[in-house]
């Protein structure tokens, strides 16, 4: 959790800095992300909140993503991680969006996705994207720190 709440001061210091805001697109950590980064001092002046799209619909319905590409690859995957973000920068005003989609347990996903299994994905507005594929370990509280932890380092590599 120090990890997590210091990576997410970190992020919000550098945006700021750069005169960049941020968003995040959330599944499997369901606003927690969002949460962090409100958190930290200065968020006020750089975070715009944030899209909770758990279920595969609203992921589509709200962000955009694709049903071609979630029936193709399933919603836990690094194509919709990208189109996540890529979906959170097009539909709101911030400069870098934040995602995550994976499986945090207690049990696989409906399309057998193993716990653990989780994609996280940071996108532009000028068109950059970062994705990385995480194998997480532990109870669900762990999985969805070390999964935010990840995404907030994935956005930090775009702001810097």
Do not use: W
């Not at 997590?4 to 599944?27: G, I």
């Not at 919709?80 to 969006?97: L, N, Q, T, Y």
Request: glycine content about 8%.
């Amino acid at each position: 959790m120090d990890d997590l709440k210091a990576e997410a001061e970190r992020v919000v210091a550098l945006a700021k800095s750069k005169k960049l805001t941020l968003l995040t697109v959330e599944s499997c950590t369901a606003g927690a992300l969002a949460c962090a980064l409100a958190e930290a001092e200065g968020a006020g002046e750089v975070f715009h909140g944030g899209f909770v799209v758990y279920s595969k619909e609203n992921k589509s319905f709200a962000i955009g993503v694709p049903v071609e590409v979630l029936s193709k690859h399933t919603a836990v995957s690094a194509e919709v991680a990208k189109a996540m973000a890529v979906g959170g920068v097009e539909r709101s005003p911030a400069d870098i969006a934040m995602a995550v989609t994976g499986v945090a347990g207690p049990d696989p996903d409906e399309d057998g996705n193993p716990v653990g299994l989780v994609f996280i994905s940071a996108a532009t507005r000028d068109g950059r994207v970062l994705e990385e594929r995480l194998a997480l370990s532990g109870d669900k509280a762990a999985i969805c720190n070390a999964a935010m932890t990840a995404a907030l380092r994935l956005a930090e590599r775009l702001v810097t």
